[in-house]
């Protein structure tokens, strides 16, 4: 089996700079017939594409028509810049992803306590793990029991009402509405900035795929997703 090591490509875990283009070059090596083994030592790894909250631009990192091939991330956390997903494999037999820690920098929403309404406009208030500046887009919003954090009973799930967006304060943010909506002060609100988001990996008609001690945290799509399997 032939070893490709990301760190023979440049990339260097743990240096907080972005190993996108040198881990690029290494899924480029992983191309031929014979059994592949894609490793990253491990460490955090940084990747990036595009801006913030542009439309989703797809996985970074794509495989087409490769048979036996393993990624094992070692434990390794890869950090995401930007609305990307990680891993796209088409067409592929007998793959093994594993040992991967998959978090976003920014996750593409925003979740606090709504602090006040009038029914054109909702404040949020929001913890410094979602930062804010004012002007950020918000597709959808949602609002959510405060006590349980799951979404209300009967609750809202509204697309396409929001006008704009003001900072208030510091992490206090005001949702300008194009019409009239029911969001109460003290419930939780969940901003959608991209309605539509990246999925983590996801697998294409691909065979006999494993995917296992994997943990997607913030992904704004699913974390793991199959379609046309066998």
């Known amino acids: 089996?032939?070893?490709?090591d990301v760190t023979k490509f440049g990339a260097v875990p743990?240096?907080?700079k972005d190993d996108t283009e040198a881990v690029r070059k290494a899924v480029e090596a992983c191309a031929g017939s014979e059994p592949v083994a894609l490793i990253f030592p491990k460490g955090t790894y940084r990747f990036t594409s595009y801006k913030e909250f542009a439309p989703a631009a797809g996985p970074l990192f794509g495989?087409?028509?490769i048979?036996?091939?393993?990624i094992d991330a070692k434990g390794s956390t890869f950090i995401l810049s930007g609305n990307t997903g990680l891993f796209y494999f088409d067409n592929c037999k007998n793959l093994s992803v594993k040992n991967i820690v998959l978090d976003w920098e920014r996750p593409p929403f925003s979740y606090g306590e709504v602090i006040a309404a009038n029914g054109n406009s909702f404040d949020v208030r929001l913890p410094d793990e979602y930062p804010v500046k004012g002007g950020e887009p918000v597709g959808a919003f949602m609002d959510y029991d405060p006590?349980?954090?799951?979404?209300?009973?009967?609750?809202?799930?509204?697309?396409?009402a929001c006008q704009s967006t003001e900072l208030l304060s510091p992490q206090v943010l005001r949702v300008n509405l194009k019409h009239p909506v029911n969001i109460?002060?003290?419930v939780k609100a969940l901003l959608r900035h991209v309605?539509?988001?990246s999925n983590g990996?996801?697998?294409v008609n691909c065979t006999k795929r494993k995917a296992k001690q994997r943990n997607d945290a913030c992904c704004s799509r699913h974390g793991c997703h199959r379609q046309g399997l066998q």
């Open 67 to 70: 048979n036996n091939l393993t």
């Open 201 to 203: 990996i996801v697998f």
């Open 184 to 186: 109460k002060p003290g």
């Open 147 to 160: 006590e349980t954090n799951l979404p209300m009973r009967h609750g809202l799930d509204v697309y396409h």
């Open 14 to 16: 743990n240096d907080s």
């Open 195 to 197: 309605v539509y988001g």
């Open 1 to 4: 089996m032939r070893i490709i």
């Open 63 to 65: 495989f087409k028509d």
